[in-house]
């Protein structure tokens, strides 16, 4: 019996994915933990309190529960890490390696961890970027996404820590807002489109990054985490991607629904971070080891994510 705790559940991808585990194992089996307890989710269903940097309170809940999964979620990303490098790298790398720590004393079954396009830098192919190339980042993200994908590909190779990984690109929902980031932009520009609100782009026009949509997101990694060990080659951590476009690409997307919807461009320092990662990503290993495959393009997305937004925000 699969008993999860989900680390950073009251994220973007933590919320959405908390729910959905709870659907496939059910909500006996999965507990949400964050650092507060400032959300609905931790008081619905099982919720702990948990710092991942404290590992005695770690410890304390994955025995409570016998836990046999954790994915951990907590993460700084890019933008905030720009401003604050090193609680970027503290908690990227401390938390990551206090639960490959418990994952190897424990025994447990499986650990997710988040990577990142960020792992990429300038000097890296942009066009479908290949799973195994020039990486050097140039940001505390980068770097410790890069750095936590060795640690976990050291756990697997010496202690057997059957851990998984997937590198996001930009990920966009409409059900929980993202925190620091650069590719945020393609979130909120949905909720200003709805509420006829202007919208300046902190991106230049004509930047194109590679994107997901939420709902492909959290099935790929179950999927990931669901595949047979067997048929995993990659114990860094995947490409994945789904689609690629740039500002005006969306802007034209929403316009399908929003005629008068227009952008404004206001590029600030997070336009450096997206020169410096991929145009576009190429993932055909996770399609091949572990059937990945989205079901979302650009207008499909779109189409989704203002549907519902507009019933959401009347
Ligand atoms: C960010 O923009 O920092 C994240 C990411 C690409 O990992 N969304």
């Known amino acids: ?183 945020d932009y393609a979130v909120d520009i949905y909720f200003k489109a709805v509420k006829g609100e202007a919208f300046d782009c902190f991106l230049s026009k004509g930047e194109p990054l590679p994107m997901m949509y939420m709902n492909d997101a959290v099935r790929g990694t179950i999927e990931l985490m669901e595949a047979p060990a067997k048929n995993i080659t990659i114990r860094t951590s995947y490409n994945m991607s789904a689609m690629s476009f740039d500002p005006e690409e969306i802007e034209a997307s929403i316009q399908r629904h929003y005629p008068d919807f227009k952008i404004g461009y206001a590029p600030d320092h997070r336009q450096d971070i997206a020169a410096s990662w991929p145009d576009s990503i190429d993932d055909q290993v996770a399609r091949r080891d572990w059937a990945w495959k989205e079901e979302f393009d650009l207008n499909a997305m779109s189409d989704d994510i203002l549907l519902n937004l507009a019933k959401i925000l009347k």
């Open 1 to 183: 019996m699969n008993k999860i705790l989900v680390i950073g559940a009251f994220g973007q991808l933590g919320s959405e994915l908390t729910l959905e585990l709870r659907k496939i194992y059910g909500d006996s089996n999965v507990i949400a933990s964050d650092i507060s307890e400032n959300h609905p989710l931790a008081h619905e269903g099982l919720f702990e309190r948990i710092d991942v940097l404290d590992y005695q309170r770690l410890e304390e809940v994955v025995d409570k529960y016998e836990i046999t999964q954790i994915y951990n979620l907590a993460a700084i990303l890019s933008s905030v890490g720009e401003s604050k490098p090193k609680l970027a790298w503290d908690l990227n790398m401390g938390g990551l390696m206090n639960v490959l720590e418990i994952a190897r004393i424990k025994k447990l079954d499986k650990i997710y961890w988040p990577s990142s396009m960020a792992v990429f830098g300038p000097d890296t192919p942009k066009a479908n970027t290949p799973q195994d190339t020039v990486t050097n980042p140039t940001t505390m993200y980068g770097i410790s996404k890069l750095a936590g994908e060795r640690l976990c590909e050291y756990y697997y190779n010496k202690f057997g820590v059957d851990v998984r990984s997937i590198r996001y690109p930009g990920l966009i929902g409409y059900k929980a807002m993202p925190g620091g980031g650069t590719t």
